[in-house]
């Protein structure tokens, strides 16, 4: 069984991107747009991994980070980030975004994918 991810932020385009690139890599990805949808959407799926972009006000953000905690106690929260920091103490770990790739979209990748 695949690897639930719940993948939050508030850019449309980058989280299709994030979607579109996870389950290619055999993710189970639940996407949420925005704090209320990323809400209903722990409420409701089973335990993962939390992914939040860095597009999430901070405060969003935490409250995620905690309403997540509330659920899933030892699951993992990663933090996209557009800072060079050492990283929210929300999160267990992060990973640096330097910017968005020209023609992103999802549909204009290729894969490489056997």
Not at 31 to 56: K, N, R
Not at 67 to 95: H, M, W
Request: glycine content about 6%; charged content about 25%.
């Amino acid at each position: 069984m695949p690897s639930k991810v719940i993948s939050v932020g508030a850019d449309p385009e980058l989280l299709r991107l994030r979607h579109a690139v996870l389950e290619t890599a055999g993710f189970d990805v639940r996407s949420a747009l925005g704090e209320d949808d990323a809400i209903t959407t722990i409420q409701a799926v089973q335990c993962g991994t939390l992914l939040m972009c860095y597009s999430l006000s901070k405060r969003a953000r935490k409250s995620l980070a905690q309403e997540f905690r509330r659920y899933c106690p030892k699951a993992r929260i990663i933090a996209i980030t557009n800072q060079k920091l050492d990283g929210p103490d929300y999160a267990d770990s992060f990973v640096l975004w330097s910017g968005r790739p020209r023609n992103s979209h999802p549909d204009n990748l290729e894969w490489g994918i056997t």
